[in-house]
């Protein structure tokens, strides 16, 4: 896909690197790079080896200096290091896209874009979730609907999903907020009105520093009230469900977005994938010269674990 200006102008095969070449890079950002001719996987940093027919770099450093050429960088490594790294990227002239979360703390990643801004480069805080299929279709309808409650279910195997990955278990690695967060991605994408966090029980494995479940309660306008339930223990079938009951009947999203039914009716949503949109926006975003971050997602998980009590539970071991 092509990104266009609103001058009509368009990148093509920007020279590219990957720092962080891990579980998700390889799931989702080499593939997405591949079919995006907005972008061209030029260098990885990773002391993994990197990627096969890709010339890699030990470190951002190395990268730097060895490559003047790469005008941008996908920063997929965990969000604690993320912040330094970023920093020296965008010192260095990058255009910086994020994984989600974005950073280890609210602001830090403040603080990146305004970076950015100071040097004119694109900062893009990506939210992969809102571009599940039926995320635009979900805000649209909801708009002009007067909600009474939502309930989101965020069930996962985090043996499944995050196998060997200790950083997620360590300070600034949020635990289930890590899936959890897409949640609230999708959620503060198709509420019309901002919610609050009012409540937070979070429930931390003896042998962990970051929680393994969490039952989260949030307010809205007109006594609405929105429940999530994340847990990192579910076997079997994964669970990524978000229901909302309207005054116009119900929404209920599945499989974190991707499927839509209204009042019970499957509805028709376009599925463009939703890595391949991450890179087409970013382009989009080079192209207009402008930035995009959002720290609302992040708002509401730091707001859980300041606000939210603390239980503790049977130690975990993958």
């Known amino acids: 896909m092509t990104a266009t200006s609103p001058a009509g102008a368009a990148i093509r095969l920007m020279p590219t690197a990957i720092v962080g070449v891990g579980k998700i890079a390889r799931d989702q950002h080499i593939p997405a790079i591949a079919g995006c001719d907005a972008f061209d996987l030029s260098a990885t940093v990773s002391g993994s080896g990197g990627v096969e027919g890709v010339e890699n770099h030990d470190s951002l450093a190395a990268l730097l200096q060895a490559r003047a050429d790469i005008k941008a960088l996908s920063l997929c490594m965990p969000p604690v290091p993320r912040y330094d790294i970023a920093t020296r990227a965008i010192m260095a002239g990058k255009h910086v896209m994020l994984e989600k979360p974005p950073g280890a703390t609210v602001s830090e990643v403040l603080k990146l874009e305004r970076l950015a801004k100071a040097k004119g480069v694109t900062l893009f805080a990506t939210w992969h979730s809102r571009y599940a299929a039926g995320v635009a279709a979900a805000r649209a309808w909801l708009r002009d609907v007067q909600i009474t409650s939502v309930q989101i279910d965020w069930k996962e195997d985090v043996r499944r999903w995050h196998?060997?990955?200790?950083?997620?278990?360590?300070?600034?690695?949020?635990?289930?907020?890590?899936?959890?967060?897409?949640?609230?991605?999708?959620?503060?994408?198709?509420?019309?009105?901002?919610?609050?966090?009012?409540?937070?029980?979070?429930?931390?494995?003896?042998?962990?520093?970051?929680?393994?479940?969490?039952?989260?309660?949030?307010?809205?306008?007109?006594?609405?009230?929105?429940?999530?339930?994340?847990?990192?223990?579910?076997?079997?079938?994964?669970?990524?469900?978000?229901?909302?009951?309207?005054?116009?009947?119900?929404?209920?999203?599945?499989?974190?977005?991707?499927?839509?039914?209204?009042?019970?009716?499957?509805?028709?949503?376009?599925?463009?994938?939703?890595?391949?949109?991450?890179?087409?926006?970013?382009?989009?975003?080079?192209?207009?010269?402008?930035?995009?971050?959002?720290?609302?997602?992040?708002?509401?998980?730091?707001?859980?674990?300041?606000?939210?009590?603390?239980?503790?539970?049977?130690?975990?071991?993958?």
């Open 163 to 318: 196998p060997g990955q200790d950083w997620i278990w360590r300070a600034g690695g949020l635990g289930v907020f890590d899936p959890g967060i897409n949640a609230l991605s999708i959620m503060t994408e198709i509420l019309p009105n901002p919610v609050h966090l009012t409540a937070a029980m979070l429930d931390f494995p003896e042998n962990r520093e970051t929680p393994i479940a969490a039952d989260l309660t949030f307010a809205g306008p007109a006594g609405m009230v929105v429940k999530a339930d994340f847990d990192w223990r579910q076997e079997g079938p994964q669970t990524w469900n978000i229901t909302v009951e309207t005054t116009q009947g119900q929404l209920r999203m599945t499989d974190g977005g991707a499927r839509l039914h209204i009042n019970g009716a499957l509805q028709d949503v376009p599925e463009q994938g939703e890595y391949p949109a991450l890179y087409h926006r970013f382009a989009e975003l080079i192209e207009a010269g402008q930035s995009d971050v959002d720290t609302a997602p992040l708002l509401h998980v730091a707001d859980a674990f300041m606000l939210g009590q603390r239980r503790v539970v049977a130690a975990f071991h993958d």
